[in-house]
C-alpha cells in the first residue's frame, strides 16, 4: 500500500536541467541569461533588506503590478504575479480544471504542463506538431474545443518558432481558457506585449510572462499572469496569500521599470542568436529560425546524443531532448544563446567533434 495518491503514485515528475554546482562550466542548457540583471535590482534589494522584514509582504503586491500594468497598458487588476511562471501555471491548473477534464498542450513544447496535468488528475492530451513545427490544423483543432486549458509557449519551446496570431486565436477552447505561455516572447524580432488580450478575446485566454529568462532574473523566482480581471479573480482565491516574497516583488519591480537594460540585453542576444544560426547551418546541422534565446538544432547524421556527452567532457553543457513521436522518436539539442564567447565556444568545439 502506498501513502501517495494514486497520481502521484503513478507519475514519473518533472526534471528540470542539470545546475552543475561548481564553477568552469560554459552552461548553455536552461536558457538562463547570459547578462546579469539591472544593477536597479540590487540596489531595491539591499534597500528591501533594510526595511523590515519581519512583516508579511503585500499579498497584492500593489508596486509590482502598477509597473506591470503600465507597461501592458492594462489595469492594475489584470496583474497576478507568482513565484515564477511556473508556480502561474500551477495555480491556472488549480483554478480551471477538475480531475478528469481535459488539458492539452503542443508536442514537442514545455513538459511541464503534462506534469503538471498529471498532478491534478486531469487527462492530458498532446498535440504533435508537423515536421516543420506548424499546428496539424484538423487535428488540434478537435482537441483545442474539448480542452479545459489549452497551453502554448509562444515562442515555442524547445523549437524557439513563434507561430502567428491567427492560428493562435483559432484554437481557442470552446469552454475553457487557452494559456499564452510568453517565457520568451521578449526575444522576439517584434516583440509582443498581449496584443492577443486586447483584441477582444480577452475572457478566454491567459498570457504569463516570466523574469527568468529577458530580465536575468532566473535566481529570484518571479513571474506573474496577465489576462481579464474576471480570471484572475478566480485564480487570487487559490494562489497562496504571500507567493511573492518582499525580496523578489522588490526585484522584480526594480527590473521591470528598466526597461532599456532588458531591450539592450535581448538585442544582444539577437545578435548572438544570428550568428549561432548561420554558423550552426555552416557545419551542416539544421537550425530553426529561433524567436527565443535558444537554438533548436539537428544534424542529419543523428548523433545528438554523441555530440551532446563530447561537449559535456569540454565542460559545455547543452540540452539534449528527446520525444517520442507517433512515428518514431526526434531527438536533438538545444542550445541557450549565452554571450559571443559562449557562442565561439561551442562552435569551436562542434567543428573539433564533427
Ligand atoms: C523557462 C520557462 C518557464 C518558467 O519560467 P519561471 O518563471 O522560471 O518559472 C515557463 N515556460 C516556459 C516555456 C519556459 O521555457
Given amino acids: 500500500m502506498s501513502l501517495f495518491r494514486t497520481q502521484v503514485q503513478q507519475m514519473e515528475g518533472y526534471t528540470p536541467g542539470e545546475q552543475p554546482q561548481e564553477s568552469g562550466w560554459v552552461k548553455l542548457n536552461t536558457n538562463e541569461n547570459a547578462y546579469p540583471p539591472s544593477p536597479y ?26 509597473v506591470a500594468s503600465e507597461l501592458f497598458q492594462v489595469d492594475p487588476d489584470w496583474i497576478l504575479p507568482g ?12 483554478t480551471f480544471v477538475e480531475p ?7 508536442y514537442p513544447s514545455y513538459t511541464l504542463y503534462e506534469t503538471l496535468a498529471e498532478i491534478q488528475g486531469a487527462r ?86 516570466t523574469l527568468s529568462k529577458s530580465y536575468s532574473l532566473a535566481g529570484i523566482r518571479f513571474g506573474f499572469a496577465v489576462a481579464h480581471p474576471e480570471l484572475i479573480r478566480g485564480m487570487r ?27 539592450a540585453n535581448t538585442n544582444r542576444i539577437r545578435t548572438t542568436r544570428h550568428q549561432l544560426i ?12 529561433s524567436q527565443t534565446n535558444f537554438v533548436w538544432c539537428t544534424h542529419p547524421d543523428g548523433e545528438h546524443e554523441r555530440r551532446y556527452q563530447e561537449l ?25 544563446v549565452g554571450t559571443d564567447e559562449e557562442i565561439e565556444q561551442v562552435v569551436d568545439a562542434l567543428r573539433e567533434i564533427g
Fill in 41 to 66: 535590482v540590487k540596489e531595491a534589494v539591499q534597500k528591501a533588506l533594510e526595511g523590515r522584514l519581519n512583516i508579511y509582504p503585500d499579498p497584492l503586491a500593489t508596486e509590482f503590478r502598477k
Fill in 83 to 94: 513565484n515564477g511562471s511556473d508556480e502561474i501555471l500551477t495555480i491556472l491548473m488549480r
Fill in 100 to 106: 478528469n477534464e481535459m488539458v492539452s498542450a503542443p
Fill in 124 to 209: 492530458f492530451q498532446k498535440i504533435q506538431l508537423q515536421p516543420d513545427w506548424n499546428w496539424p490544423v484538423a487535428d488540434a483543432l478537435e482537441v483545442a474545443a474539448r480542452s479545459k486549458i489549452l497551453f502554448v509557449p509562444n515562442p515555442n519551446a524547445p523549437s524557439g518558432n513563434r507561430w502567428p496570431d491567427e492560428d493562435l486565436l483559432a484554437l481557442i477552447p470552446t469552454e475553457g481558457v487557452l494559456v499564452l505561455d510568453e517565457a520568451y516572447g521578449d526575444f522576439c524580432d517584434r516583440p509582443h506585449r498581449c496584443e492577443l488580450l486586447k483584441a477582444g478575446f480577452g475572457e478566454k485566454i491567459v498570457v504569463t510572462r
Fill in 237 to 263: 482565491k487559490v494562489k497562496d496569500s504571500y507567493n511573492c516574497n518582499t525580496l523578489s516583488l522588490a526585484a522584480a519591480t526594480a527590473a521591470l521599470k528598466d526597461q532599456d537594460w532588458m531591450q
Fill in 278 to 289: 548561420e554558423q550552426l547551418r555552416d557545419l551542416g546541422f539544421e537550425a530553426v529560425d
Fill in 312 to 336: 559535456k567532457r569540454r565542460k559545455i553543457l547543452v540540452r539534449y531532448m528527446k520525444f517520442s513521436l507517433e512515428e518514431g522518436v526526434l531527438d536533438g539539442l538545444r542550445i541557450t
